[in-house]
Structure formats: C-alpha cells, structure tokens
C-alpha cells in the first residue's frame, strides 16, 4: 500500500513537472529529498561508530571507576550521543580528572 502511495506520487509529480509554472518547483523539490537522503547515510554513518567509542571510553571497569550514567548499554550510549550532539548534556558530567 505505501510503495503503491509512493510510486502514485512519483508519477504525479513527474506529471506536474511539465507544467510550465509549476515545472521548476518540482524539479527544485525532487533535489531536495536527493540532499536529504544523501545527509541522513552521512549522518547514519557518523552516528553510528560514536556510541560504540564512548562506550568503550566512559564505562568503566571494575578495578578502575564507575561507569559515566548514559554509557552502560549501546542503546543508551545512542541516546546520550545523540544528546551530545545536540547540545543539551551538561559535560561536567564526564570530567573524569576529578577536578
């Protein structure tokens, strides 16, 4: 149903681009979702070895500290990396020099 929904608004919009007023929008929009898929691989691909580093960097061992809250599991480790990216984690928080 939804790749029948997509391919229904493909062809409606291949359409529309001959449209001598509406032509160079739909072709502005079809490079648009171009743009936007080529971010989301790039940006699937930074955000995935990132959780896995800090994971290994901020859990900690037995003999040597506790582990940094957000980094015990690897699903927690994307969210916190995610967070981290956005800007919104207080980053005192993994000051481990203890100052």
């Known amino acids: 149903m939804t ?3 997509l391919g229904f608004c493909r062809s409606v919009m291949y359409f529309v681009q001959l449209m001598p007023a509406v032509g160079p929008f739909v072709n502005n929009i079809q490079r648009m979702f171009g743009v936007m898929i080529s971010f989301i691989i790039v940006f699937i691909l930074m955000i995935f070895p990132f959780p896995h580093v ?3 960097l901020l859990r900690g061992e037995a003999d040597r500290c506790n582990p940094v ?3 015990e599991t690897i699903f927690d480790g994307f969210y916190s990396s995610f967070l981290i990216m956005l800007n919104i984690n ?3 928080d993994y000051n481990l020099s203890g100052n």
Request: hydrophobic letters at 60%; zero cysteines; aromatic letters at 24%.
């Open 3 to 5: 790749l029948t929904l």
């Open 54 to 56: 800090f994971m290994v």
């Open 69 to 71: 809250e957000g980094f």
């Open 90 to 92: 207080d980053f005192s």
